[in-house]
């Protein structure tokens, strides 16, 4: 997949592009980073 731009990112999911998994909203949306159990943190919407 094709890799973003770290100088002008858009206020998507980074990695939307080359993700099996990867929905609309990844593609719309920039996923929150949140801890998911202590020290571990994610920042995907399939996390939810």
């Keep these: 997949g094709e890799i973003t731009s770290p100088i ?3 206020p998507v ?3 939307a592009n080359r993700c099996n998994y ?3 909203r990844c593609r719309s949306e ?3 980073l949140k801890e998911i159990s202590p020290g571990h943190f ?3 919407f399939l996390a939810e």
Excluded: G, L, N
């Design 8 to 10: 002008e990112p858009k």
């Design 13 to 15: 999911c980074r990695f």
């Design 22 to 24: 990867a929905t609309d």
């Design 30 to 32: 920039e996923p929150q």
């Design 42 to 44: 994610v920042s995907c």
